[in-house]
């Protein structure tokens, strides 16, 4: 009878609502698909979780790392998952035993799912980029704070006062991107370039429910987008039409786009310790972005600029692969073609240039193929990747291709530069 009953009891992985920032961190890192999320939510499907816990340590606040003990057939579904604003509590030993299950009833389910787990996301048999995603930063960079101000009721978020508030990319009917500066004033609010920070829109869903924080990448330095001042700035875009010409007004970016100079907005954050840059010189640091994916990239960029210009730091390469469908819509365009040559290499990507072949970010990185692969087994020389989640695979697997080109053993390149922190996956 015990047998049978501990073999039916589950060890229930689930995703803490009021901790979560949805920056979809754990569904593209899932191996399996058992990660899926609605318009508020993200949710774990125990019928396909197998343990492997390849979404724990990516995600930027902790929420993915809540279990319970469940018996088989009572493990919360999807849709009740979904439907939540809080976890349940864990069962007590009582509301165990009515379901014939002994308080100290061993889970043995969970390791043997990881080890299946293990034994098969090791193989090459289907690509998966994200198995290359470091979960460590580079062993230079500086300590990040995080979680200083959180999205419970018993820990306040912090105000913020708009600064700034310009677009960054030319008008268009189907999106508007601004560059956004946020002041916290005396409230310590540190960051680092590759952290981002939720914002909290104001108001209430559909269902009179409060908004969740939306995450935004820091597009600022360390020191401040004014130097020397308690502020950052955030690159946002919102879309302003559908694939059908239907007008479009998402929650937090068309609040956020906006906001005029003065307003001031509810932050949570910071988040992220491990999409970080590296401190040590000569280091060298490769970026490949799409869109605001440029946010963390512009962030490392001044910094080094800024070391640069004050002659205190001997900085390796920079090398920037940014892709867009027209330069119009590239944001930071104008800027990026004012620093110097020998500062840093960019290489545009535009996918629908009228009467010019599409060009992806892919495309540029594989004619510099050549530079590339040195980067690829220097030690010295870190990868970060960040933009929309369709880029990854082909990013991840052209980064493959060339180590391959160059006779380098992937499988040994690729494992390397996720132990050390050297390739960084941030894609949504």
């Known amino acids: 009878m015990d047998m049978a009953v501990n073999a039916a009891v589950i060890r229930q992985h689930l995703i803490d609502p009021e901790i979560c920032i949805r920056c979809n961190t754990c569904e593209a890192t899932c191996p399996v698909g058992a990660i899926t999320h609605d318009s508020r939510n993200y949710v774990v499907d125990a019928d396909k979780c197998n343990f492997c816990m390849a979404c724990v340590p990516p995600c930027p606040t902790g929420s993915i790392d809540n279990w319970r003990t469940m018996p088989k057939v009572r493990a919360y579904g999807v849709d009740e998952q979904l439907s939540w604003d809080v976890l349940p509590a864990e069962l007590t030993p009582e509301e165990l035993a009515e379901s014939g299950v002994a ?17 098969t996301t090791g193989t090459e048999a289907a690509f998966n980029s994200a198995q290359y995603n470091a979960t460590l930063p580079p062993w230079s960079a500086a300590h990040a704070y995080t979680n200083l101000y959180g999205p419970k009721a018993a820990e306040k978020s912090v105000t913020a006062t708009v600064v700034g508030n310009v677009r960054v990319t030319e008008v268009g009917k189907e999106y508007d991107t601004h560059h956004i500066v946020l002041d916290f004033g005396a409230m310590p609010f540190p960051v680092l370039e590759g952290q981002s920070i939720g914002i909290v829109p104001p108001g209430v869903d559909a269902n009179g429910r409060a908004h969740h924080a939306r995450q935004y990448s820091i597009a600022s330095p360390r020191n401040g987008e004014r130097p020397g ?22 929650v937090a970016s068309n609040y956020m786009c906006d906001l005029k100079v003065g307003d001031t907005v509810q932050v949570i954050g910071p988040f992220g310790t491990t999409f970080l840059m590296p401190n040590h010189p000569k280091s060298h640091i490769v970026m490949i972005c799409t869109g605001t994916g440029s946010a963390p990239m512009r962030a490392m960029t001044e910094w080094r600029r800024r070391l640069r210009s004050s002659g205190k730091f001997e900085g390796g390469k920079l090398m920037l692969f940014f892709g867009a469908r027209t330069k119009e819509e590239l944001p930071y365009f104008g800027p990026l073609q004012n620093l110097p040559k020998d500062f840093i290499d960019i290489n545009f990507a535009f996918s629908r240039t009228a009467g010019a072949p599409k060009r992806y970010v892919q495309d540029a990185m594989r004619e510099r193929a050549a530079d590339l692969a040195p980067l690829l087994a220097d030690p010295n020389a870190y990868f970060y990747v960040c933009g929309l989640k369709a880029m990854e695979e082909g990013v991840v ?3 493959r291709d060339v180590a391959r080109g160059a006779g380098l053993d992937w499988d040994t390149v690729g494992a390397a530069m996720k132990r050390e922190g050297r390739l960084h996956l941030e894609t949504y």
């Not at 100290?104 to 389910?109: G, K, L, Q, S, Y």
């Open 103 to 119: 308080a100290d009833a061993a889970v043995a389910e969970a390791p043997a799912a990881a080890a299946t787990a293990v034994a």
């Open 229 to 250: 001042y308690n502020n950052v700035s955030l690159t946002i875009k919102r879309v302003l039409e559908d694939h059908q010409g239907q007008p479009v007004r998402g």
């Open 397 to 399: 697997a052209t980064l």
